[in-house]
């Protein structure tokens, strides 16, 4: 067999992303559950964070955000080949997201497919996507992670509605004379499985949050210390450290230990909330908007939730 490559390496050309219009406050969560701003910001971090309406679904906030990635990317819509969807909270699991955001984006008959590893996601997909390219699967790739949290909620348990929020985020990524996407480090406790889980589909999420809280501040910081290595550089020289906006305790916890001095540190939450597979990309995505982050600059990126997964790379800014 005489296999044609695809390219040398692969990019990120270009980043989108996108908040629903509703902002909701701590106070207004303490109007109708027992929760108070200052538990919510010295604990978790957040301020505020945007809810969709009962109208608006996951799909409808990665159109947004994936059209912006693709417009931001100068590309016609024919040069997507393949879609990828990160999300672990469609509310109607058939068929997947990725088919019904590319034809509502005008992307013919791409590949299409979603991946659930829920707030590590977008990492995975942007894996997927980047070896896609080198492989020669596919000349240019848009990768959404999008989340519609609210309706997975139990509205009256403090733990986790506090927490998790609505929101996309979105990157093409397409082919590059060198790598500027670097390797993936991925991996999963399986046996964890419990500590984030929605059981059934009368179910809500629970997380059992101490456990998580303990398992990210004290075994992901050797995974984002790993992912620098594999991509051959020293976390000083890192523009941008964007973990996962899980906890702001989390994030200043793990970028202390992976000693990144130089780097911005995404703290997306405060605004955002905890939007899983989106938080990522939508943190970057900001970052880059608001002029804080250089083209060129290199960023870690490292994802870890619900599986429970992990998953972490250092990728070139457009
Ligand atoms: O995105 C996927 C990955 N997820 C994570 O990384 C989450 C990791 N875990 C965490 O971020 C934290 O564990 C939480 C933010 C979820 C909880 O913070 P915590 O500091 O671990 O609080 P806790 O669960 O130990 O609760 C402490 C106290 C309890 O009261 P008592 O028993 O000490 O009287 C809770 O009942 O805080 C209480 N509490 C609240 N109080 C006011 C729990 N939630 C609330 C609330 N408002 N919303």
């Known amino acids: 067999m005489k296999i044609a490559q695809g390219a040398p390496g692969a990019r990120i050309l270009a980043f989108g992303h996108y908040q629903p219009a ?10 109708t559950i027992d929760t108070n701003d200052e538990w919510i910001q010295s604990r978790v971090g957040i301020a505020e964070r945007r809810l969709a309406s009962p109208e ?50 005008g992307i013919a ?19 997927a996507a980047a070896d896609a390219v080198r492989a020669g ?31 996309a985020g979105a990157v093409v ?32 999420l629970h ?27 020293d976390p000083s020289e890192l523009a941008a450290f964007v973990p996962h906006q899980a906890n702001l305790r989390i994030i200043e916890s793990i970028a202390r230990k992976i000693g990144a001095d130089n780097a911005v540190i995404a703290r997306d939450i405060v ?7 989106a938080s990522i990309p939508m943190a970057l995505s900001r970052m880059i908007e608001r002029g804080e982050v250089p083209s060129g600059g290199l960023a870690l990126l490292l994802g870890f939730g619900a599986g429970l997964t992990y998953a972490a790379q250092v990728v070139e800014l457009p």
């Open 109 to 127: 008959a791409p590949g299409a497919f979603d991946v659930n590893a829920a707030c590590a996601g977008f990492c995975y997909a942007l894996s």
């Open 56 to 105: 608006e679904t996951e799909i409808d906030l990665a159109v947004h955000a994936g059209g912006k990635a693709l417009a931001a990317s100068g590309l016609p819509a024919a040069d997507i080949d393949l879609v990828i969807v990160a999300t672990c909270t469609m509310e109607s699991q058939i068929p997947n997201a990725a088919g019904r955001v590319a034809t509502r984006l």
């Open 173 to 204: 990524v397409g082919p590059s004379d060198v790598p500027r996407v670097g390797p993936v480090v991925w991996g999963s406790e399986g046996d964890k499985s419990d500590a984030i889980i929605v059981k059934d589909r009368r179910s809500f």
């Open 207 to 233: 997380q059992e949050g101490q456990t998580v809280f303990r398992w990210a501040t004290t075994s992901l910081h050797p995974v984002a210390r790993s992912a620098c290595e594999r991509a051959g550089i």
């Open 137 to 167: 699967s596919a000349r240019n790739v848009l990768v959404v992670g999008t989340e519609k949290f609210s309706h997975w909620l139990d509205w009256t348990d403090r733990s986790t509605a506090v927490i998790f929020a609505d929101g």
């Open 22 to 31: 509703n902002v909701v406050t701590n106070d207004d969560l303490a109007k």
């Open 271 to 277: 605004l955002a909330g905890n939007t899983s597979a």
